[in-house]
């Protein structure tokens, strides 16, 4: 048989795909799945197959994976891109499977890239085949699964969370491509210093294929200056500039708006600095980020530091009438003001109470002496009546109800005694 054909087109394939791992033991990363003991490598070397979603960041092994799982027990491959593929082609791959079945006595593992883009009719016409045990479901997804798979689907998964690719794992995948002759550039005789294929790793976000095609680009353009190793002018120009995941409606994005909350939460500003400026940089929309500054400064700081609404608001305004760049510094002076704020979620939770008050208990009448009393008739039956005009009083404060006598007594503000909420709790209680 003669393999030139095959092995040309590996030849020029692109380095990520010629160094694919073909066997567990060449695959980096996701020790944590693998290792000995590991729930998955003790499936791959079980046989036992069950369908699964592999959930992780773009370029950490998703597809390489499901192949080697597959392979390794022996049974037949099938790819499917959610892309391009539809309820047809859905259904055309099933019946092959089923005939598979009955011919073989063997199920076809189905591996479908990008799963969660199918929609819920195409999701749906897995079902009967997963149960019936046809075919084995492989998705690979790089979004949430709770959220974009069905869940009638979901239950009948398996789902294997796959981890960012840290420093170490990066640094070890590009040595290797670098001097391996058979598949990767060894053959080049180029070389490179471990500064600067840090320097790859950092600017691929734990992403290996992309440090892949850095290298090679980096290689290349080495080979063509005549090089024989890689020097920093090489390097940044195959990097370009870094790329930072984001995906606006994914996610990422909720990952990091969440962390920058929680950070200005903890009074971290530095942390919340950071947080700030990933979403900024890779374009978050700045007036999202200002709509929920504004939030936060009335969730969590509240009457502690009632200037904090002022600054969200201003930045809000800065954002609405200058505009990017410029705005970012008004963003992280909120933000920075936000942090070294004293914090304070009673107004917050003050509102939460009184709100579930008046969506969960009857919705009780205003009591009369609270009601205006602009005609005769209203002055009549009691409208008015009885109320008490509080600047009419020492301290402007009276005895007077004005809660429904049903809620009498409810306390919904407690205020805390940090920052200015402190000096005005005397003021609020009774």
């Known amino acids: 048989m003669d393999n030139s054909k095959d092995t040309e087109h590996t030849r020029n394939a692109p380095l990520a795909d010629r160094m694919r791992p073909r066997t567990l033991d060449e695959f980096v990363g996701q020790d944590r799945l693998l290792k000995e003991g590991g729930i998955l490598r003790e499936m791959v070397e079980g046989g036992d197959l069950v369908s699964l979603i592999l959930w992780g960041p773009p370029g950490v092994g998703k597809t390489t994976l499901a192949r080697i799982i597959a392979h390794s027990t022996r049974s037949k491959w099938i790819s499917f891109s959610a892309v391009i593929s539809g309820i047809k082609e859905i259904r055309n791959v099933m019946a092959e499977a089923e005939a598979f079945m009955k011919i073989e006595g063997s199920k076809t593992v189905l591996f479908v890239d990008e799963i969660h883009r199918f929609n819920k009719a195409q999701q749906d016409a897995f079902l009967p085949y997963v149960e019936n045990g046809t075919i084995v479901l492989m998705g690979a997804t790089t979004e949430n699964p709770s959220f974009e798979i069905n869940s009638a689907l979901l239950s009948r998964l398996k789902v294997f969370v796959l981890d960012e690719l840290g420093m170490d794992s990066l640094l070890f995948i590009l040595k290797r491509a670098l001097n391996d002759e058979e598949r990767g550039m060894g053959s080049e005789h180029i070389s490179a ?101 504004v939030r936060f400064a009335s969730e969590d700081i509240g009457l502690a530091a009632p200037q904090a609404l002022e600054q969200a608001v201003a930045a809000m305004h800065a954002v609405e009438l200058i505009g990017m760049p410029e705005a970012k510094l008004a963003l992280a002076q909120s933000v920075v003001y936000m942090s070294i704020a004293p914090k304070s979620n009673a107004v917050y939770s003050a509102y939460e109470q009184a709100a579930h008050d008046a969506l969960n208990t009857m919705q009780h009448p205003v009591p009369l002496h609270l009601r205006n009393a602009p005609t005769k008739l209203m002055k009549e039956i009691g409208y008015s009546k009885g109320y008490k005009y509080a600047h009419d009083f020492q301290e402007a404060r009276t005895d007077m109800q004005c809660l429904p006598d049903e809620l009498k007594g409810r306390q919904y503000y407690q205020p805390t005694s940090r920052g200015f909420e402190g000096k005005v709790k005397g003021a609020t209680s009774g």
């Open 193 to 293: 210093s471990d500064e600067l294929l840090s320097l790859l790793a950092v600017y691929s976000s734990g992403d290996a294929r992309t440090a892949l095609n850095s290298l090679e680009l980096a290689v290349m353009l080495a080979k063509k200056r005549k090089l024989s190793a890689l020097n920093e002018d090489v390097v940044k120009s195959a990097i370009q500039q870094a790329v930072l995941k984001y995906d606006k409606a994914g996610e990422h994005h909720y990952n990091l708006i969440s962390a920058l909350h929680k950070s200005i939460r903890n009074s971290d500003a530095n942390a919340s600095l950071y947080w700030l400026a990933r979403m900024l940089e890779a374009g978050e929309d700045p007036l999202y980020i200002a709509r929920r500054l």
